[in-house]
């Protein structure tokens, strides 16, 4: 289909009923005319002279399971109402050229040159590494364009990198792969180009969460194949709404605050002769705490135990979901949350220790709650910088953003959505 004909095909009521379902039914018609001026924008960068498809990846919220996928542990996450789109055509070339509207970048790969470059860093160096995955996968690649466009909240833990990378492995597997491809296997390509490109020693939490969809339950215990279940649970039927706060960007470099969080609860297992915590008990650091701490550290035995706790309360909060236990799901977000604090410790840096966005906002959201009695909050995402969720009532909402942007500035508070599909493309789901 040419863009013309898909820029009429965002006016059928198929295409509105699909939006809906990503969007919410208020926002349909910002999203048709955000759908034509994509296409528009791609027409104009590289022509109407072929047949194009239409793709979406979802950014996506972690409700718990607060750094445990990388030691093989639980989470429970799902794929929120923002999202990267894109319009992309095979161009029968050994090349990859990509336009983003959103970050103005405009730039070609050569499939025959996938090496990273010195600095490993940036998303040429990110999408090399999608490419060279597929290959190592013993996937297909091939030439394409694709102009692209993104809402998911840049640095804000909800994973704007993951929603791009999954919607380029969407476009991957529909032009080059038959559709052959599960979510999985988007997860651990994506996964494979953090890794190895970028030297960021992320596990498979974002990528699952964007690629799957819906509100989902994932145990990383085989990482090669993670046990996905979705939960079939709407928060608007409790009244509530999640939000998502900006605390504003840190200045440190984290890099090495997030890297510390895995190696350190590493180094805990491998006082025991393992790889990752999910092959050593809880009861075994304890019954041999002397020897792990001295070997350790205080720190990464803590977050060890932050681990094996954390674990159980995603097996409480999805029993609590699907019994309707609602009150014993926000308890748990809360005892997460303090867990992430005191235990897990990546509210903030100690590089840079007056600089405490996220408690700051953590500390002003439980002053809100506890006069309310109503509600949960927790850290969100990786931490040391970044974003806090809450968890209100739908009466609770509009006064608590008024609150809170008047403490962290106006736009910095977001009311999510939880979408029912994952990286998809979006042609093949419009009747």
Same mark, same amino acid.
């Given at each position: 289909?040419?863009?013309?004909?898909?820029?009429?095909?965002?006016?059928?009521?198929?295409?509105?009923?699909?939006?809906?379902?990503?969007?919410?039914?208020?926002?349909?018609?910002?999203?048709? +005319?955000?759908?034509?001026? !994509?296409? #528009? $924008?791609?027409? @104009?960068? &590289?022509?109407? /002279? =072929?047949?194009?498809?239409?793709?979406?990846?979802?950014?996506?919220?972690?409700?718990?399971?607060?750094?445990?996928?990388?030691?093989?542990?639980?989470?429970?996450?799902?794929?929120?109402?923002?999202?990267?789109?894109?319009?992309?055509?095979?161009?029968?070339?050994?090349?990859?050229?990509?336009?983003?509207?959103?970050?103005?970048?405009?730039?070609?790969?050569?499939?025959?040159?996938?090496?990273?470059?010195?600095?490993? +860093?940036?998303?040429?160096? !990110?999408? #090399? $590494?999608?490419? @060279?995955? &597929?290959?190592? /996968? =013993?996937?297909?690649?091939?030439?394409?364009?694709?102009?692209?466009?993104?809402?998911?909240?840049?640095?804000?833990?909800?994973?704007?990198?993951?929603?791009?990378?999954?919607?380029?492995?969407?476009?991957?597997?529909?032009?080059?792969?038959?559709?052959?491809?599960?979510?999985?296997?988007?997860?651990?390509?994506?996964?494979?180009?953090?890794?190895?490109?970028?030297?960021?020693?992320?596990?498979?939490?974002?990528?699952? +969460?964007?690629?799957?969809?819906?509100?989902?339950?994932?145990?990383?215990?085989?990482?090669?194949?993670?046990?996905?279940?979705?939960?079939?649970?709407?928060?608007?039927?409790?009244?509530?709404?999640?939000?998502?706060?900006?605390?504003?960007?840190?200045?440190?470099?984290?890099?090495?605050?997030?890297?510390?969080?895995?190696?350190?609860?590493?180094?805990?297992?491998?006082?025991?002769?393992?790889?990752?915590?999910?092959?050593?008990?809880?009861?075994?650091?304890?019954?041999?705490?002397?020897?792990?701490?001295?070997?350790?550290?205080?720190?990464?035995?803590?977050?060890?135990?932050?681990?094996?706790?954390?674990?159980?309360?995603?097996?409480?909060?999805?029993?609590?979901?699907?019994?309707?236990?609602?009150?014993?799901?926000?308890?748990?977000?809360?005892?997460?949350?303090?867990?992430?604090?005191?235990?897990?410790?990546?509210?903030?840096?100690?590089?840079?220790?007056?600089?405490?966005?996220?408690?700051?906002?953590?500390?002003?959201?439980?002053?809100?709650?506890?006069?309310?009695?109503?509600?949960?909050?927790?850290?969100?995402?990786?931490?040391?910088?970044?974003?806090?969720?809450?968890?209100?009532?739908?009466?609770?909402?509009?006064?608590?953003?008024?609150?809170?942007?008047?403490?962290?500035?106006?736009?910095?508070?977001?009311?999510?959505?939880?979408?029912?599909?994952?990286?998809?493309?979006?042609?093949?789901?419009?009747?």
């Amino acid at each position: 289909m040419k863009v013309n004909e898909t820029i009429q095909m965002m006016e059928s009521e198929g295409a509105k009923t699909l939006l809906a379902k990503l969007y919410g039914e208020d926002a349909v018609a910002g999203n048709v +005319a955000r759908y034509q001026e !994509l296409l #528009k $924008g791609y027409e @104009k960068a &590289f022509g109407d /002279s =072929g047949d194009v498809l239409l793709f979406s990846s979802p950014g996506r919220t972690e409700i718990s399971g607060n750094h445990t996928d990388h030691n093989h542990g639980k989470v429970l996450a799902g794929s929120i109402n923002l999202d990267c789109v894109g319009v992309a055509a095979k161009n029968s070339s050994s090349h990859v050229h990509i336009v983003s509207e959103t970050y103005n970048q405009d730039f070609t790969i050569d499939l025959n040159h996938l090496e990273p470059s010195e600095k490993k +860093a940036g998303t040429v160096d !990110l999408v #090399k $590494g999608l490419l @060279k995955g &597929f290959e190592e /996968s =013993g996937y297909s690649v091939g030439g394409f364009n694709a102009y692209i466009t993104s809402n998911v909240i840049s640095a804000a833990g909800v994973s704007s990198s993951a929603s791009f990378e999954m919607l380029l492995c969407s476009m991957l597997n529909t032009f080059f792969n038959e559709g052959r491809m599960d979510t999985v296997a988007y997860a651990h390509i994506g996964k494979y180009s953090e890794n190895n490109y970028w030297d960021k020693a992320s596990g498979l939490l974002d990528q699952m +969460a964007c690629a799957v969809g819906g509100l989902i339950t994932i145990d990383f215990v085989e990482p090669s194949a993670p046990a996905v279940e979705k939960i079939d649970f709407d928060f608007g039927s409790q009244n509530h709404s999640l939000i998502i706060v900006q605390t504003g960007k840190g200045h440190a470099d984290l890099s090495a605050d997030y890297s510390s969080v895995p190696i350190e609860m590493k180094k805990v297992a491998q006082f025991f002769g393992k790889e990752v915590l999910s092959q050593v008990t809880e009861e075994e650091v304890i019954g041999n705490l002397s020897e792990v701490r001295r070997f350790a550290g205080d720190r990464s035995v803590l977050r060890a135990l932050h681990f094996f706790e954390e674990n159980k309360r995603v097996e409480a909060e999805v029993s609590a979901l699907k019994e309707n236990r609602f009150g014993d799901f926000l308890a748990n977000i809360t005892a997460s949350g303090n867990s992430s604090w005191k235990w897990l410790q990546n509210c903030f840096t100690n590089s840079n220790y007056q600089e405490q966005g996220i408690t700051v906002t953590l500390a002003l959201t439980e002053l809100f709650i506890a006069e309310k009695q109503k509600g949960a909050c927790r850290v969100h995402g990786g931490g040391f910088a970044g974003v806090i969720m809450a968890m209100l009532p739908n009466e609770l909402v509009d006064e608590y953003i008024g609150y809170i942007e008047g403490c962290t500035g106006k736009g910095s508070a977001f009311r999510m959505g939880i979408r029912p599909y994952g990286a998809i493309c979006v042609n093949e789901y419009i009747k």
